[in-house]
């Protein structure tokens, strides 16, 4: 074994390491690992390091002297940088060439093991030190311009200063008011939490899921509910029923099956982007009964979408692209008031329902009830979509293409097979839930279940491929809703109920208007599965009080809260929002923009279905 370098030899061999351009900048925990196996080396002229075909054994750094690479060929290469057998950080066993000094050199030495490990720890350095090489045997430098420092993302965060000054503020203002109207201390302090959490999510001070792990925290710190109540969350159907499709869409996408059906559906569809968005609806539309969740639905979309916006070779961030992204979001979650396993808070709704109204509106006579709203809805977004993105981008697909990457997939794999059968046994589970009354939640943990037991889902894509993020956001989402009520403040909301009582049955328009009004208020503080159960719980017995159906007003609740502007407030936006970080694939502003637009057709598509409910003896 080489002795390890003296105290005067470490330091240089510091200085070594973080002078090189590459090296220097990995992590400095990585380089100090690396350093404890660098070594000095002295070679006389003549000398040859290792020839062509050796066991890359070790990386070098030419501290001081000459040294060229002769290629199989015995063509002499001079290096272009102060480093040579980069194979020893690459999948490569062997050297390519020869290494010779021309004159008496000093080098610092790091064995495969190290850089490897290096290279473990720090992603880009593999291509550094493959371009590296290349540059040695091309005699010239082929390592790409130093990137410009990223700037600032437009947005809130802009306002990051102002945003954590109120975060500060907020609480004390709230605790101070809290006295001063006598509210207990323990409601004051809940408020305070809540506030400055709402407070980061509307400033967009962090990823959306840190403010609902601050909000847990902070609740468990100060004791203001038992711990099983906040962290409900985490054991709730939702949560549950998330995880499984997130870890089925991953087998959809690692499988390839997903790729085959974009790949199939392209085939058949006319070649318009009128069809391809067609398509890419209907595929949402086919999963809203069948997933109760819009976080599972778009997970298994958002790859899809990808795929197809690729394969059509759609203009990165222009108006086909952010159409094609805007069908697909609608696909996965315009309708899912439609359906009673759309959504876990539909099943909320349906048990606010009086026991007649349990019998009356199952799952077919629901959808009934909702078609003329939901086709409202839809022709609406429609054609509003094709008005505000309407383009002359042209058609890029090839049906010989299309055809020939059909026949390179090859027959369906195990996999696939896999991710077929868990769709299908939670689908036809989901459908048939009243017959075996497995809740869809436990179905879907069944199957992902039998996904790790199978080697379906291996470690590694269980760990990389499930959006864990999404995951935490949804369970402190859940656990601030089970707070809310625990502490009571749902029906503290009860002074809300006079004004919206009175008009419910004498001006039902005028009703909906206001509850139009006072949702997209509370939307901008409250998520939506809160202010669904919230007025709910409130509104729907005061309907049966009242004489109006309680189907209605739970339905219309269930419309109006899916509405959204600012992404803190839609947590099945995020996998867009990711996707489009990693890489721009479609304008978010415009999407975004669009989105907050046509909110208001969820308010005319309830207008619009007042006749047809007349008909039907709701209204």
């Known amino acids: 074994m080489t002795p390890a370098p003296d105290h005067a030899e470490q330091r240089s061999a510091t200085d070594i390491l973080l002078a090189d351009p590459i090296l220097g900048q990995c992590s400095r925990a990585s380089l100090a690992r690396a350093l404890a196996h660098a070594s000095p080396r002295e070679v006389s002229a003549n000398t040859v390091l290792y020839s062509a075909g050796e066991a890359a054994s070790h990386f070098y750094l030419l501290v001081d002297g000459a040294i060229t690479l002769v290629s199989p060929g015995g063509r002499r290469c001079a290096l272009v940088g102060p480093r040579f057998g980069e194979e020893a950080a690459s999948d490569a066993n062997d050297y390519l060439t020869d290494a010779l000094a021309l004159e008496q050199s000093t080098l610092l030495c790091l064995p495969r093991s190290s850089m490897q490990a290096l290279a473990a720890a720090n992603p880009g350095l593999r291509t550094d030190l493959l371009l590296s090489l290349t540059s040695h045997l091309a005699g010239e430098h082929l390592m790409p311009a130093e990137k410009a420092p990223d700037r600032p993302a437009s947005g809130y965060r802009r306002h990051a200063a102002l945003g954590w000054l109120l975060v500060i503020v907020l609480p004390v203002l709230t605790m101070a008011g809290g006295e001063h109207l006598g509210l207990a201390r323990h409601i004051s302090m809940f408020l305070a939490i809540f506030g400055a959490t709402m407070t980061m999510w509307v400033c967009n001070l962090a990823d959306d899921y840190v403010p609902a792990l601050f909000a847990l925290l902070a609740i468990l710190l100060t004791g203001l509910v038992p711990t099983p109540v906040i962290l409900s969350g985490f054991a709730s159907e939702g949560f549950l029923m ?322 959204w502007f600012f992404p803190y407030q839609c947590s099945y936006y995020m996998p867009f929002h990711e996707l489009n970080t990693q890489s721009l694939v479609f304008d978010a502003r415009r999407f975004l923009r669009f989105n907050a637009v046509l909110n208001v057709s969820r308010l005319l598509a309830v207008y619009a279905a007042f006749p047809y409910w007349r008909l039907l003896g709701i209204l």
């Open 242 to 563: 998330a995880l499984s499709t997130l870890a089925l869409g991953a087998v959809v996408l690692s499988s390839g099956l997903g790729y085959r059906f974009m790949l199939w559906m392209l085939d058949r569809l006319p070649n318009t982007q009128f069809w391809h968005n067609v398509g890419m609806f209907i595929t949402g539309l086919v999963l809203t009964p069948l997933i109760p969740t819009a976080n599972g639905r778009v997970a298994l979309l958002v790859p899809l979408y990808a795929d197809m916006a690729e394969n059509l070779r759609l203009q990165r961030g222009e108006r086909a692209s952010t159409r094609l992204a805007l069908t697909c979001f609608s696909g996965a979650s315009l309708l899912s008031a439609t359906f009673i396993t759309a959504k876990s808070v539909n099943f909320a709704v349906f048990n606010l329902l009086s026991q007649d109204g349990q019998g009356r509106f199952q799952w077919l006579t629901w959808a009934m009830a909702a078609s003329v709203s939901a086709l409202v809805l839809l022709v609406i977004n429609g054609l509003a979509a094709a008005i505000w993105f309407r383009n002359r981008e042209r058609r890029h697909l090839s049906k010989a293409g299309l055809l020939a990457q059909r026949k390179l997939l090859g027959r369906i794999n195990t996999r696939e097979w896999a991710a077929i059968l868990g769709i299908a046994f939670m689908g036809v589970g989901i459908l048939t839930s009243s017959v075996h009354k497995v809740e869809p939640s436990w179905l879907g943990f069944a199957m992902l279940y039998a996904l790790l037991l199978c080697g379906m889902l291996n470690r590694k894509e269980f760990k990389e491929k499930v959006d864990w993020t999404s995951l935490l956001y949804l369970a402190g989402i859940t656990g601030m809703v089970a707070a809310f009520r625990h502490l009571g403040l749902d029906q503290s909301m009860s002074v809300l109920v006079p004004v919206l009582g009175d008009n419910m049955r004498q001006h039902f328009a005028l009703f909906v208007l206001l509850l139009f009004v006072l949702i997209n208020l509370l939307r901008l503080a409250v998520p939506s599965n809160a202010v669904t159960v919230i007025l709910a719980s409130l509104l729907m017995p005061l309907a049966r009080a009242s004489g109006v159906n309680d189907w209605l007003v739970g339905f219309i609740i269930l419309v109006f809260s899916d509405a």
